[in-house]
């Protein structure tokens, strides 16, 4: 048997509680299995220092003291499950200068201060890991650091947020409207109470960041990734994108033009019925990689939940006791990454919906296509389905792909027109 | 920069050119970005002997002496791309004791001798991987292996060869037969002049065996492994797989039971158009795996094909350069696996679709549905469309979930019915 990795585990919420529960119950099979001795030696948690606890792991000490268990002689892997970068940030510094591994599943730390964190274990030659960080139960960041190592990545793209698809799949369903369908993901557990970040996308872009981070070996700012959300989105869009064949998905996408430079997004996306990723439903995540030889891989599973994301954290824990905290691959692929080179808003090409809603008149369609044709941006067809608002005309025109700059300009002089009832919505159409 | 990997390749065929000029082009960015450092110092094929060939590396020598390569002292890794069992079984033992580690993608050999051949390497502590071996590109078993530790796998099933998917994918486009889309399969290079592992079955059951091996820690001999090919698929199963909303899928389907007794099988399923293995079509492969905790995974890309296969051995060799040869994880995951434990046919259970194809004449129907009713077997449903035959009419009996063990018997019976055209086909309808 080979000797017990000892953990300290910082933060006792919902993954927290899952892994102690997880690795209670899979313990014997490890040992039996992988010759592997995991066990909790401390738990600190703020909330712990005020009342007590349910489902602790036996033997192990409790405190509301974060950095003591952080920097314990007694621990050798820190388990980081307090997200957020304060204090969660200097408590990992200061258990990677201790010497001592750390695991995280807090991609908002990794996508702001990543680089500097792996730079850091390497330096002390300890692990640092943080597959739970990105598509919870996924093994994506294994895949990319490891599976396509022989391969060139393209692109990495995919449905990253769990919440903003229960709520895109529970409005296609059903014809309700955003704040109906949020409310529901938040009764059964889907949304949190504060959904902003899912449903404005930075936790996906967030996600978006670190995985572009490792595929192309580049430092990718969170800044970087144009992020719209998904609260924009209307039951008769729903209706328009079926007409097309589609229906929308926010993907966050990153891709690697030929001379390295990157463009990255997270926003709504109407993908054809007949993709892989319009099969991905509800809470479910996936991550599309595309390479150079290897064509197409679609990655999909639970990206979210207590139980998917300490699952992900024990795989981690296991590869650190297995390989022996510095045998494992750097974490951010590149020993030193290069240096952010970011693609122009004239490099993004792509056919895209636009959605109108309007005071219904005449000659607006003439209006709207007349701006276009100045800017050189060609309609490919016109939609106008019968709707029961009497004082707001939805319509959808759709382009032969455009660049994003030239439609830029193209909705700014939309936008100012007089007859709009809300302000137009451009949505991207992918294969 | 670390010192160089020097390796020796054994076979010059598809794969084996693919990986030469694979690593020819990506060496600058493996150095580069990995600090790794890959050379052929050898490449060993019997053809070689025969004719000159081009495309080899630079540097290398080039002999028909596999055995001579294998047990090479200036040989770090021995790369296996003969397939077979021999002579490439010896060769790959010639090398595990002479020290060298050894990548391969020889799914025949690794289900026939993966325990023994890993157990080698093991000892004489070397690698020994294999990510090529299934699912070309996709890295499925390093997934397995290391992805999945923190939960339970209960199932691993899959479309795992691409040459039967894309005969079902074309017959279910084009309402062509079987040999028709076959041909064309073999005139794209999709298939070989050979087709018969492929559409029998057992070159999917190689690959079914390995992913449960991993997946479950069990010795799992191919024997054990049921097989049906696709041969008897005709045009009109397409007909009415599309009324009941599904479409065939060769699968391979390794399921673990509560008490841990595994099912093993490959066979054309009726799949749910709105289940992503749908979604999966012409010469892709993609893997489910199921599990406790964390839900269903899907992992989707192309199967095979020379620079797929090439990639994934790639990947194998980065791995061995970045970790050593031995710092591995034990590629079998169990040191020791434990002994196989087969369920019973009376443990599979699923509905069921019946296809007939009779002389038409009164009362065929009644004497069906009285051997069903004698065996215990519930009718779903009978499904007859017009059809162009006049002498055989095809129809179609579906079946409430049913054990395997009293539909064996039901069929035994019903085949024995005088008015059969050709035998029943009875194919299980999967969510």
């Known amino acids: 048997m080979s000797a017990p990795l000892r953990l300290g585990l910082l933060g006792f919420g919902t993954v927290g509680k899952a892994l102690v529960r997880l690795l209670q119950a899979e313990a014997p099979r490890l040992a039996r299995q992988l010759d592997v001795d995991l ?97 919870g139960g996924i093994p994506i960041l294994r895949a990319i650091r490891e599976g396509f190592t022989g391969d060139r990545i393209d692109s990495v793209s995919g449905i990253l947020n769990g919440t903003s698809n229960f709520v895109l799949t529970g409005m296609a369903r059903s014809s309700r409207g955003f704040g109906d369908v949020l409310a ?93 990723l319009a099969r991905v439903d509800g809470p479910f995540n996936a991550v599309q990689v595309s390479t150079t030889r290897g064509g197409d891989f679609v990655f999909s599973g639970r990206g979210a939940g207590g139980d998917p994301t300490a699952t992900a954290v024990l795989a981690d824990l296991v590869e650190i006791a297995r390989r022996g905290p510095s045998s494992g691959v750097p974490p951010f692929g590149a020993e030193a990454p290069a240096p952010f080179a970011p693609a122009e808003l004239t490099d993004s090409v792509a056919p895209f919906y636009l959605r109108f809603v309007v005071k219904d008149r005449p000659g607006i369609l003439a209006e709207l296509a007349s701006v276009l044709a ?47 009832v809300e302000a137009p919505l451009a949505l991207p159409m992918t294969p």
């Open 374 to 420: 100045r800017h050189d941006v060609n309609v490919d067809a016109v939609f106008q389905t019968p709707w029961s608002g009497k004082t707001a005309l939805p319509f959808v025109v759709t382009l032969e792909p455009v660049d994003e700059e030239r439609l830029g300009h193209a909705l700014v002089e939309l936008a100012a027109l007089p007859f709009h």
């Open 39 to 135: 066990r909790f030696v401390a738990v600190a948690s703020r909330a712990l220092g005020r009342k007590p606890a349910e489902g602790l792991p036996e033997g192990a000490r409790v405190t509301d003291d974060l950095l003591a268990v952080a920097s314990s002689p007694d621990v050798d892997v820190v388990v980081e499950l307090l997200g957020g970068l304060d204090p969660a940030g200097p408590l990992v510094v200061a258990a990677l200068e201790a010497g001592k591994s750390v695991v995280t599943a807090n991609k908002a730390l990794l996508a702001a201060r990543g680089s500097e964190l792996a730079r850091l274990a390497r330096d002390r030659h300890v692990a640092f890991a943080f597959e739970a960080s990105v598509a």
């Open 184 to 276: 529901e993901a938040q009764a059964l557990g889907y949304a949190e109470a504060d959904p902003a970040a899912d449903v404005e996308g930075t936790d996906a872009a967030c996600k978006l960041a670190l995985l572009a981070r490792l595929a192309f070996g580049q430092e990718v700012p969170l800044e970087a990734v144009r992020t719209e959300g998904i609260t924009r989105l209307q039951p008769v869009d729903f209706v328009y994108a079926g007409m097309l064949g589609r229906t929308p998905r926010q993907l966050g996408t990153a891709r690697r033009l030929g001379d390295g430079r990157l463009l990255l997004s997270v926003r709504t996306h109407l993908v054809s019925n007949l993709s892989m």
